[in-house]
């Protein structure tokens, strides 16, 4: 699992920031370390805690370092001079708060650095595509392979799929050997990858809406059978 860094000129925000996002995660959340202000009760950035925070969740699978403000990646770039794990370290120009969000999720599911940067970076595609604005880069999608197990089911949430169950989906998917689509077939958006957070966001599905899960791979009935199961209850959102 990678490490993510959040450096901030704001102890509060970073602290409601990562809140926000570890509300998304199921189960055990990634290495996460928060550095934010220059002293106490000083706004602003030091290089040094960075480092100290980089040091604290690097492994194996490498760190991802969130930032917010322009003088807060100039103290990450600054903090590489400092560190002394072995581990690579990405600075990511993801959105702070959308950013952190999918990075968290996609860490805690186990992607990838180049995963859970990339996610992050296109943090605020799903945004932008429900207001009728171009994306900034492509929104993960999914090629049309035919799937061999597929179910179509019924959005029974409020909001439909929104942060949270998307969450619990892309959670859902990691644990099976399998690839998963998401098609909205009452739109006709999709299909996008069932383990990609924006992507699944990106649907705009909403309650009512019929939503075709599609999987190929050793265990593709399984990650049906389980999302099929998930959607009854609204993917933990309605009372069973």
Same mark, same amino acid.
């Given at each position: @699992?990678?490490?993510?860094?959040?450096?901030?000129?704001?102890?509060?925000?970073?602290? #409601?920031?990562?809140?926000? #996002?570890?509300? @998304?995660?199921?189960?055990?959340?990634?290495?996460?370390?928060? #550095?934010?202000?220059?002293?106490?009760?000083?706004?602003?950035?030091?290089?040094?805690?960075?480092?100290?925070?980089?040091?604290?969740?690097?492994?194996?699978?490498?760190?991802?370092?969130? @930032?917010?403000?322009?003088?807060? /990646?100039?103290?990450?770039?600054?903090?590489?001079?400092?560190?002394?794990?072995?581990?690579?370290?990405?600075?990511?120009?993801?959105?702070?708060?959308?950013?952190?969000?999918?990075?968290? /999720?996609?860490?805690?599911?186990?992607?990838?650095?180049?995963?859970?940067?990339?996610?992050?970076?296109?943090? @605020?595609?799903?945004?932008?595509?429900?207001?009728?604005?171009?994306?900034?880069?492509?929104?993960?999608?999914?090629?049309?392979?035919? #799937?061999?197990?597929? /179910?179509?089911?019924?959005?029974?949430?409020?909001?439909?799929?929104?942060?949270?169950?998307?969450?619990?989906?892309?959670?859902?998917?990691?644990?099976?050997?399998?690839?998963?689509?998401?098609?909205?077939?009452?739109?006709?958006?999709?299909?996008?990858?069932?383990?990609?957070?924006?992507?699944?966001?990106?649907?705009?599905?909403?309650?009512?809406? /019929?939503?075709?899960?599609?999987?190929?791979?050793?265990?593709?009935?399984?990650?049906?059978?389980?999302?099929?199961?998930?959607?009854?209850?609204?993917?933990?959102?309605?009372?069973?």
């Amino acid at each position: @699992m990678i490490g993510l860094v959040v450096v901030s000129h704001s102890p509060q925000l970073a602290r #409601a920031a990562v809140d926000l #996002a570890l509300q @998304m995660v199921q189960g055990t959340p990634p290495p996460l370390a928060i #550095a934010a202000g220059a002293g106490e009760g000083i706004i602003g950035t030091d290089a040094t805690e960075v480092a100290r925070a980089i040091d604290e969740v690097s492994g194996a699978d490498g760190v991802l370092v969130v @930032m917010d403000l322009g003088s807060a /990646v100039l103290s990450a770039t600054l903090a590489l001079e400092f560190v002394t794990s072995t581990a690579e370290v990405r600075l990511s120009d993801a959105p702070f708060v959308e950013g952190l969000i999918a990075a968290v /999720v996609l860490a805690a599911a186990g992607a990838s650095l180049d995963e859970v940067d990339r996610e992050a970076r296109s943090a @605020m595609d799903a945004k932008r595509g429900q207001l009728d604005r171009p994306a900034t880069e492509a929104t993960p999608s999914a090629a049309a392979t035919p #799937a061999e197990a597929t /179910v179509e089911v019924e959005l029974p949430n409020p909001d439909g799929l929104h942060s949270r169950p998307a969450a619990v989906i892309v959670k859902t998917v990691s644990g099976f050997d399998a690839t998963v689509t998401i098609t909205d077939v009452t739109t006709g958006k999709g299909p996008v990858a069932g383990n990609s957070l924006i992507g699944i966001m990106s649907l705009g599905a909403r309650k009512g809406d /019929v939503v075709r899960f599609g999987a190929v791979g050793a265990q593709a009935a399984e990650a049906i059978a389980a999302l099929d199961e998930l959607s009854s209850s609204g993917f933990g959102e309605l009372e069973s």
